[in-house]
């Protein structure tokens, strides 16, 4: 007969996910103990004997090397 009135739900409408628990630091650390920094490979150029980056371009005495072969001479960074 009677119509039942509407009433606004209670529920909160945030839609994001959140945690049930508090993570505590030492198993949020635990978590993390893969992501470690690595040191970079570096190459020794044998025409030179200078240290640079594996597959990078370098600069010896105003000369840019690549592969062990000077690519520019008298070079001027442009930046």
């Not at 044998?46 to 000369?63: C, D, I, K, Q, S």
């Amino acid at each position: 007969m009677g119509q039942t009135p509407i009433v606004e739900s209670k529920v909160s409408t945030n839609k994001m996910a959140h945690p049930k628990r508090k993570i505590s630091k030492t198993r949020r650390d635990k978590r993390r103990t893969h992501y470690k920094a690595t040191a970079k490979n570096v190459a020794i150029c044998p025409t030179t004997g200078e240290p640079h980056l594996f597959h990078r371009a370098y600069v010896v005495e105003g000369n840019l090397y690549y592969k062990g072969k000077v690519i520019i001479e008298n070079y001027a960074p442009v930046a």
